[in-house]
């Protein structure tokens, strides 16, 4: 695999409801990621997030495998010759998820379903069922999370246990201190982390902005404004992820006591 990658987020806003506005609007922004290898886009992207029923979410949510905007983002990046990772909502027969997608040039190359819900999420999706999937891309490995898994810690080090060189988190934050987090999981996983968060305000709920990309050691390489369109991305070197030794003598996963941490499992 290679050492390097040129990776980074798109930040916008999407309109509840506008799916054809937030394509246009993701068409402009991806002319700027032109140089990228691997961008992330914020969590529901075509649809908007604070529906206002199960019916409205139903109504704006599309199957991957017949979607508009899945099949616009595989155009993108068969255009741009890059990997895109994107939130979308989900239908699949009469149940709806909060899922994420990964596509390149080639076309879809898996998804990812939310495992923890947040807020008013429990009134319209269902508990993500896939597992925390890795998908190796040549690149690099590539694992996905959603916004609110971003407390949860044992999901975060599970995709790095799987090989994970880079962690995509589309997002749409809420909590102001959320961003926070993301660097620690890098940091104490040795991955480099991508949270690409919307901003605005809809119907009452109030998006932080502030994407963010962190590296293994911990440190914050870009965060953008909370309040605007922003196109970022920087040059990773892979081996940095790939390298878990913390000191000659200490290794961040060999170092584990596995049969220490049974109380996880209650």
């Given at each position: 695999?290679?050492?390097?990658?040129?990776?980074?987020?798109?930040?916008?806003?999407?309109?509840?409801?506008?799916?054809?506005?937030?394509?246009?609007?993701?068409?402009?922004?991806?002319?700027?990621?032109?140089?990228?290898?691997?961008?992330?886009?914020?969590?529901?992207?075509?649809?908007?997030?604070?529906?206002?029923?199960?019916?409205?979410?139903?109504?704006?949510?599309?199957?991957?495998?017949?979607?508009?905007?899945?099949?616009?983002?595989?155009?993108?990046?068969?255009?741009?010759?890059?990997?895109i990772v994107s939130g979308i909502n989900e239908r699949e027969d009469d149940k709806l998820y909060n899922s994420s997608v990964l596509v390149g040039p080639e076309g879809l190359i898996g998804k990812y379903r939310k495992i923890h819900l947040f807020m008013n999420e429990f009134d319209f999706f269902e508990k993500g069922n896939l597992g925390l999937p890795v998908f190796d891309i040549g690149i690099c490995k590539i694992g996905m999370l959603i916004c609110?898994?971003?407390?949860?810690?044992?999901?975060?080090?599970?995709?790095?246990?799987?090989?994970?060189?880079?962690?995509?988190?589309?997002?749409?934050?809420?909590?102001?201190?959320?961003?926070?987090?993301?660097?620690?999981?890098?940091?104490?996983?040795?991955?480099?982390?991508?949270?690409?968060?919307?901003?605005?305000?809809?119907?009452?709920?109030?998006?932080?902005?502030?994407?963010?990309?962190?590296?293994?050691?911990?440190?914050?390489?870009?965060?953008?404004?909370?309040?605007?369109?922003?196109?970022?991305?920087?040059?990773?070197?892979?081996?940095?992820?790939?390298?878990?030794?913390?000191?000659?003598?200490?290794?961040?996963?060999?170092?584990?006591?596995?049969?220490?941490?049974?109380?996880?499992?209650?």
């Amino acid at each position: 695999m290679s050492n390097s990658i040129k990776a980074g987020f798109i930040q916008f806003q999407p309109i509840l409801g506008e799916q054809e506005t937030n394509i246009n609007k993701l068409s402009i922004l991806l002319e700027q990621a032109n140089d990228a290898d691997l961008i992330v886009i914020p969590e529901l992207a075509n649809s908007g997030y604070n529906f206002e029923s199960k019916e409205q979410a139903f109504a704006l949510s599309e199957k991957i495998d017949n979607s508009q905007f899945v099949d616009f983002l595989i155009n993108e990046a068969a255009k741009h010759n890059l990997y895109i990772v994107s939130g979308i909502n989900e239908r699949e027969d009469d149940k709806l998820y909060n899922s994420s997608v990964l596509v390149g040039p080639e076309g879809l190359i898996g998804k990812y379903r939310k495992i923890h819900l947040f807020m008013n999420e429990f009134d319209f999706f269902e508990k993500g069922n896939l597992g925390l999937p890795v998908f190796d891309i040549g690149i690099c490995k590539i694992g996905m999370l959603i916004c609110f898994d971003w407390i949860f810690p044992e999901v975060w080090r599970i995709l790095a246990l799987k090989g994970t060189d880079i962690i995509c988190h589309p997002s749409n934050l809420v909590l102001p201190y959320a961003q926070q987090a993301v660097p620690v999981h890098g940091l104490i996983n040795r991955t480099f982390n991508i949270t690409a968060n919307r901003y605005g305000i809809e119907r009452g709920f109030t998006f932080s902005g502030k994407s963010i990309i962190s590296d293994p050691y911990g440190k914050t390489l870009v965060t953008a404004s909370p309040d605007k369109d922003e196109v970022s991305f920087v040059n990773f070197k892979l081996d940095e992820a790939r390298n878990k030794n913390i000191t000659p003598r200490n290794h961040a996963f060999n170092d584990r006591f596995p049969s220490e941490y049974k109380e996880l499992l209650r």
